[in-house]
């Protein structure tokens, strides 16, 4: 789900493809506008702070598998409101609160990177249900 294709849109689906065994929909729309398609996974690439945030409530909402490039790391509706300035790294606050959440709702997750030469911003966060645990990417 992106609202424009961006520059990493061709290696992204390249590496995608070549690591699962997976039909891949690409759409561009805008999350905070139009509703998302039901499908068996929902994926966000360069998710720029809240929209990290919105995709993982989806996901967690419809108890789907779902995978998120977090990007911008500005606030998170996981983590306090107030304690970001207590932390040195707000990336690794963010997204361990992000983790935890995850986690509270019964999924496994698992946390990955790509190539940092296709993207800087190269983590994954991947949310794998209960029910699909075994389908868990290694």
Request: some cysteine; hydrophobic content about 40%; proline content about 6%.
């Amino acid at each position: 789900v992106d609202k424009e294709k961006n520059s990493d849109f061709h290696p992204l689906m390249s590496w995608i493809n070549g690591q699962m065994e997976l039909l891949v929909q690409y759409l561009v729309l805008d999350i905070e506008k139009e509703r998302i398609p039901e499908g068996d996974m929902l994926t966000a690439v360069h998710a720029y702070g809240s929209l990290t945030d919105t995709v993982i409530q989806e996901g967690l909402r419809r108890k789907i598998l779902f995978a998120v490039m977090p990007c911008c790391y500005k606030d998170s509706v996981y983590l306090p409101q107030g304690s970001l300035p207590y932390f040195q790294n707000k990336r690794e606050a963010i997204d361990a609160a992000r983790v935890t959440a995850i986690q509270e709702e019964g999924y496994q997750v698992v946390v990955r990177a790509i190539d940092r030469k296709v993207t800087p911003m190269n983590r994954i966060i991947i949310g794998v249900p209960a029910e699909r645990e075994t389908a868990c990417p290694e």
